[in-house]
């Protein structure tokens, strides 16, 4: 651990739930024993843009800032990024992929201005309530996989709808006067799961954490533009031959990687804290994946993956057969086109808790999404981040 509060809270959750870690495990004869393979893929889509850029202000205020943000938004492209994704799932075809930042962004023209006041706060925030559809990446990328004959089903009770939030935009002249009519823009974001249409599933859930990033935001007398930035999860019960999986897909808050004493990395800390009371303690294999915002390094002050490690998850790619590699998936230049890869750390992982009595075999992950072959046509990566495949194996007596 690397600070003793994040150490003591990890016990606690060890105590309070009753956990048993697995690192030591039994070894079977191959007599009466089965054999567990999956085979897992998670990928953050991308938005398109830099949406923290809101804060750095833009000389004719916040109306300019989000239309310049969705301007970068249409020249990342995903339709274009999705082409290339889905020919990374052609390549890999695992049996289920965990897709973080699957955004539907919509529009209302012209603006209508709709506020839903705090007068006790003395906060406000724009009622999100643009239906036009811009674009929705989900069936963007179902599209792309299904024009690979790639047959992959989104799991819907395991979709977790997220952050859902609404700002007007305008384009300026150089002398601040409106140069276009300002419009409403909307931005939803989700957690999705996506399962081979082969494979059974069951018992799909999907919850929000109850802690997220406040956001507050001066843009004009008397009230504060404030709201949260809702982050979730989804799980589903995944058959793959006789044997079945808990699958769950997540995607945490940034976290602060300079100081640790940063509320933004309370706010990880809680909801990682969260996600494990959620989904520990089922009686199958488990495997839990996403964008953590959090790295194995010990000078990263996040508190997440130390977290799930500390309460007995393995992280597989500490285990993957093959050359060394550092397993970086974490972070392209905001409009991809950066000639050589950017990716510095690695956040984006994939975790297993395991029965007892099981024996693990060697293991397979990779990095996909950081060569140049994965560009786009136009030389984009498909995302700021790369995607982790990992396949799990191991054995179990009977």
Same mark, same amino acid.
């Given at each position: 651990?690397?600070?003793?509060?994040?150490?003591?809270?990890?016990?606690?959750?060890?105590?309070?739930?009753?956990?048993?870690?697995?690192?030591?495990?039994?070894?079977?004869?191959?007599?009466?024993?089965?054999?567990?393979?999956?085979?897992?893929?998670?990928?953050?889509?991308?938005?398109?843009?830099?949406?923290?850029?809101?804060?750095?202000?833009?000389?004719?205020?916040?109306?300019?800032?989000?239309?310049?943000?969705?301007?970068?938004?249409?020249?990342?492209?995903?339709?274009?990024?999705?082409?290339?994704?889905?020919?990374?799932?052609?390549?890999?075809?695992?049996?289920?992929?965990?897709?973080?930042?699957?955004?539907?962004?919509?529009?209302?023209?012209?603006?209508?201005?709709?506020?839903?006041?705090?007068?006790?706060?003395?906060?406000?925030?724009?009622?999100?309530?643009?239906?036009?559809?811009?674009?929705?990446?989900?069936?963007?990328?179902?599209?792309?996989?299904?024009?690979?004959?790639?047959? @992959?089903?989104?799991?819907?009770?395991?979709?977790?709808?997220?952050?859902?939030?609404?700002?007007?935009?305008?384009?300026?002249?150089?002398?601040?006067?409106?140069?276009?009519?300002?419009?409403?823009?909307?931005?939803?974001?989700?957690?999705?799961?996506?399962? &081979?249409?082969?494979?059974?599933?069951?018992?799909?859930?999907?919850?929000?954490?109850?802690?997220?990033?406040?956001?507050?935001?001066?843009?004009?007398?008397?009230?504060?533009?404030?709201?949260?930035?809702?982050?979730?999860?989804?799980?589903?019960?995944?058959?793959?031959?006789?044997?079945?999986?808990?699958?769950?897909?997540?995607?945490?808050?940034?976290?602060?990687?300079?100081?640790?004493?940063?509320?933004?990395?309370?706010?990880?800390?809680?909801?990682?804290?969260?996600?494990?009371?959620?989904?520990?303690?089922?009686?199958?294999?488990?495997?839990?994946?996403?964008?953590?915002?959090?790295?194995?390094?010990?000078?990263?002050?996040?508190?997440? @993956?130390?977290?799930?490690?500390?309460?007995?998850?393995?992280?597989?790619?500490?285990?993957?057969?093959?050359?060394?590699?550092?397993?970086?998936?974490?972070?392209?230049?905001?409009?991809?086109?950066?000639?050589?890869?950017?990716?510095?750390?690695?956040?984006?992982?994939?975790?297993?808790?395991?029965?007892?009595?099981?024996?693990?075999?060697?293991?397979?992950?990779?990095?996909?999404?950081?060569?140049?072959?994965?560009?786009?046509?136009?030389?984009?990566?498909?995302?700021?981040?790369?995607?982790?495949?990992?396949?799990? &194996?191991?054995?179990? &007596?009977?």
């Amino acid at each position: 651990m690397k600070n003793q509060q994040l150490r003591q809270v990890s016990f606690l959750c060890i105590g309070v739930l009753g956990l048993c870690a697995t690192s030591a495990l039994a070894n079977p004869t191959e007599t009466g024993t089965n054999v567990y393979k999956l085979e897992v893929m998670t990928q953050n889509l991308y938005v398109g843009a830099d949406v923290f850029r809101v804060f750095d202000g833009a000389p004719c205020g916040p109306l300019q800032s989000i239309y310049q943000i969705h301007e970068t938004v249409q020249a990342t492209d995903f339709p274009e990024r999705a082409e290339a994704i889905a020919d990374a799932v052609m390549r890999q075809k695992p049996h289920v992929i965990g897709l973080q930042e699957v955004a539907l962004i919509r529009s209302q023209l012209p603006s209508d201005g709709a506020i839903v006041p705090d007068f006790q706060n003395g906060t406000f925030r724009f009622l999100p309530n643009a239906e036009d559809v811009v674009y929705d990446y989900l069936q963007i990328l179902l599209d792309a996989l299904a024009a690979r004959g790639l047959d @992959y089903v989104v799991v819907d009770g395991a979709t977790s709808w997220n952050a859902d939030i609404e700002f007007p935009m305008a384009s300026f002249d150089e002398a601040c006067n409106l140069a276009s009519i300002p419009m409403d823009l909307r931005q939803t974001d989700r957690d999705v799961i996506l399962v &081979r249409g082969d494979l059974p599933t069951a018992n799909a859930a999907n919850g929000n954490f109850s802690l997220n990033l406040p956001v507050e935001m001066n843009v004009g007398e008397p009230l504060l533009l404030a709201f949260e930035f809702t982050r979730g999860f989804g799980l589903v019960d995944v058959t793959v031959g006789k044997n079945t999986f808990r699958v769950v897909n997540t995607h945490l808050e940034v976290g602060d990687d300079t100081d640790p004493a940063s509320p933004i990395n309370l706010v990880q800390f809680v909801q990682a804290a969260e996600l494990i009371g959620a989904v520990t303690g089922a009686p199958l294999p488990l495997v839990v994946m996403g964008d953590f915002n959090s790295s194995p390094s010990v000078f990263d002050p996040r508190p997440a @993956y130390d977290m799930m490690t500390e309460v007995g998850y393995t992280d597989l790619w500490n285990l993957r057969q093959g050359r060394p590699d550092q397993g970086f998936t974490c972070c392209q230049d905001e409009l991809l086109r950066n000639e050589d890869t950017a990716l510095f750390e690695r956040v984006d992982l994939v975790f297993a808790f395991l029965p007892p009595g099981a024996e693990l075999m060697p293991i397979q992950s990779r990095v996909v999404g950081d060569s140049d072959n994965d560009k786009t046509a136009s030389g984009m990566w498909p995302s700021d981040h790369a995607a982790v495949v990992s396949t799990l &194996r191991f054995k179990r &007596r009977r």
